[in-house]
């Protein structure tokens, strides 16, 4: 039964990651943190930070990650599985429409639509995100804020955006910043 429910939360997860593996992000954490409680917020967030690591589509890698922890590695396979199907099927659809129709104005308007929605889904995962990392107790007040995440955090995207150091190299360089912070303190 388990195997049953694990493809079809990650077909869904495929059938609607509509705009990429970051728009997709909070149809993955409504099936597995909020509907299956298969695992916590924070290992949701730690699941997409590994899942960055990693090569590959970040549904298909969070998809292996939790079919693993659910049901080893049949759940695993099940879960992967579960996620590519939709999505071959639809991107051969909609390769073909796109090909075949991409020059009518009704195409192009429908496309412009969709780009707003996509950025509204990745913001709403990011602020789920910055809440779980920012205060990982639950409850959002001042006075239970994490610095380390904080500074770490605005350290990051201060070096992301203006600096312009690949993804990879602040990454590594932040847990090696926490790990010795986790020494320190």
């Given at each position: ?13 495929g ?28 290992e ?6 590994i ?51 991409r ?16 950025v ?25 804020i ?7 955090f605005?350290?990051a ?29």
């Amino acid at each position: 039964m388990i195997y049953l429910q694990l493809f079809l939360s990650f077909f869904q997860v495929g059938l609607l990651s509509i705009g990429g593996g970051y728009a997709a992000l909070p149809i993955i954490q409504n099936q597995i943190v909020d509907l299956h409680h298969w695992i916590s917020l924070q290992e949701f967030t730690d699941i997409v930070t590994i899942s960055q690591m990693t090569p590959g589509p970040i549904g298909i890698n969070a998809a292996t990650f939790v079919g693993t922890k659910v049901a080893g590695i049949p759940g695993a396979v099940v879960s992967t599985f579960g996620t590519v199907l939709p999505s071959f099927i639809i991107v051969l659809f909609l390769a073909w429409f796109y090909y075949k129709y991409r020059q009518l104005k009704s195409i192009k308007a429908i496309l412009k639509g969709l780009r707003p929605a996509v950025v509204a889904l990745i913001a709403s995962s990011g602020i789920s995100m910055i809440i779980s990392a920012f205060w990982p107790e639950g409850s959002i007040m001042l006075s239970s804020i994490n610095i380390e995440s904080v500074i770490i955090f605005l350290v990051a995207f201060i070096v992301l955006r203006k600096f312009k150091i690949g993804p990879i190299k602040v990454m590594l360089s932040c847990g090696v910043f926490a790990l010795l912070i986790s020494f320190i303190f």
